[in-house]
């Protein structure tokens, strides 16, 4: 047998490093209020992290492999003990999620952040994530509700309703987009006839109803979960004849919600984070090509969010969790040549010679200097048994 020389060995030891697998978290409520949601959102997620293995240009040949994590969107408890172990356990570099807002302040607060690893969320949008104290570890795809409730309120008062009654489910996210919304629409001369907060997982929403429609309007703003407590209120509201028609936030907007309401939507106007930008037509293709399905709540978003942490190993040279901390605000905003999905492997060329990129993805990515997307905003109408989108802002 041929004795193997050092210097073979250092070219086996190369190629080993080379071919080095580097695990990804993505942590969403795989079961819970939005469980509907979730297994598309991870897809796309996934979706940017083939690309980029696939490309062959990922840190000298590096591929991805990604951890999932249930983080049931509403207990803080189940969620970031999916978090620790997936940080602790299977050592991920980075994390995409979580989702929901309550969820996601928690995990980063109690789990990432200390352990110095960045989320990078594409839907959690409470404003008082805005203000966490995070280290430069905790970035998000989504907007804030702060901008949200502003888009809303304009939309409603826009159609000619001058009052409506309010239920929000009893959470971060929900409180968060009630308040901006109320807030908004109040300044714009609406009139908020009665507000009531609901729970998920309840039988029956009769009290609530009965009590939001006892302020006499016609419109429901619905604030909460398609696959919770949300839904129930909407069909209860069916139910009792109790209101004309719907007003819903973004946690409402999902095909599960036509299909698993017994009764009529059509009309119900909401508001979702999205556009219909080059960037995001280019995903649609990009994610059929895939066999995927790319138009849906928070779908570019998470493409978007692994995408960015991808491109900020390459910017770093490495894919520690330091690394990614320092330059996804760099990868993520100009100066640098434009990215759009489907792009990663030039923008990881770019990256490895040396240049800067500016990605914008699918979501027309431009972060604010505490790393959250400014947003923009798709306005959705049901109609045919489907949600339309009928404008964006």
Avoid: W
């Avoid at 980075?94 to 109690?110: E, K, L, P, R």
């Avoid at 979960?225 to 936030?249: H, K, M, P, W």
Wanted: aromatic share 4%; charged share 20%.
């Amino acid at each position: 047998m041929k004795k193997i020389t050092i210097a073979a060995l250092a070219a086996i030891m190369a190629s080993s490093v080379a071919q080095a697998e580097i695990k990804m978290g993505v942590i969403l409520g795989f079961t819970g209020p939005i469980e509907s949601l979730t297994p598309a959102m991870a897809d796309s997620a996934e979706l940017a992290f083939k690309e980029a293995s696939e490309s062959g240009k990922l840190l000298g040949g590096e591929t991805i492999s990604v951890v999932r994590g249930d983080s049931t969107c509403i207990d803080a408890a189940a969620g970031s003990a999916a978090a620790e172990r997936m940080i602790t356990a299977d050592g991920v570099a980075g994390i995409m999620g979580a989702d929901c807002s309550g969820v996601t302040t928690a995990i980063a607060s109690n789990v990432a952040i200390p352990n110095g690893v960045v989320m990078v969320s594409p839907s959690a949008t409470s404003p008082a994530l805005t203000d966490i104290e995070d280290n430069g570890y905790f970035f998000r795809t989504a907007p804030s509700d702060a901008r949200g409730g502003q888009v809303m309120a304009q939309v409603v008062i826009e159609r000619g309703i001058t009052d409506v009654a309010v239920t929000y489910e009893n959470s971060d996210y929900g409180k968060g987009l009630s308040d901006s919304f109320i807030t908004n629409f109040k300044a714009l001369g609406g009139e908020v006839t009665a507000t009531a907060a609901h729970e998920n997982g309840k039988a029956d929403y009769s009290a609530e109803v009965a009590a939001l429609s006892a302020g006499g309007s016609d419109i429901l703003v619905v604030i909460g979960y398609l696959d919770q407590g949300g839904r129930g209120i909407i069909q209860s509201s069916i139910d009792t004849d109790a209101f004309e028609n719907y007003v819903l936030g973004d946690g409402m907007i999902g095909q599960s919600l036509i299909d698993n309401v017994d009764g009529d939507l059509t009309g119900a106007i909401g508001s979702l984070p999205g556009s219909e930008s080059s960037g995001a037509l280019m995903f649609l293709d990009l994610a059929a090509s895939a066999g995927l399905d790319g138009d849906g709540p928070f779908r570019a978003e998470s493409y978007d969010a692994a995408a960015l942490m991808v491109l900020a190993m390459q910017a770093g040279g490495n894919a520690d969790r330091a690394t990614i901390a320092e330059n996804l605000m760099s990868v993520a905003n100009a100066p640098g040549k434009r990215l759009m999905p489907g792009e990663l492997a030039r923008g990881l060329e770019i990256l490895a010679a040396g240049g800067e990129v500016n990605y914008e993805g699918a979501s027309n990515v431009e972060l604010t200097d505490v790393g959250e997307a400014s947003g923009t905003y798709k306005i959705l109408e049901i109609k045919d048994g489907a949600f339309n989108t009928i404008d964006v802002r």
